[in-house]
């Protein structure tokens, strides 16, 4: 059974394997974190647009050598990057993203006016 004869006490967690045998399992007092508590903490949409920040800035460079050979491919990388530095927007980092859009937007019409 478990170390406390109350069955309805919340306050302490057990750790480690019910299954173990001759091993007594050290228990977690009230103020231990849980680790439910710390997943809830953790949003998996930060790192996707912190991430759109990292790409937009790796295209940004594709897109300046596409201004130079191809300026019709450029039209196109350059407006996946601005839809990559929009949705950096939304990140924690708002002004390297707002930079990045301005600079695709930029390189983006550079492409295309080369173009004719």
Sequence with gaps: ????????????????????????????????????????????????????????TWVAMFAIACYQYFPGGGVLVTALGCGLAIIGLFSSRPIPASVLLIAHAGLFFACYQRLF
């Design 1 to 56: 059974m478990s170390e406390s004869s109350d069955p309805h006490q919340v306050d302490t967690v057990r750790h480690g394997s019910p299954f173990a045998q001759g091993v007594s399992s050290p228990i977690a007092s009230a103020d231990t974190p849980s680790i439910a508590a710390t997943i809830d903490a953790f949003d998996p949409e930060w790192g996707v647009l912190r991430a759109a920040i990292w790409a937009s």
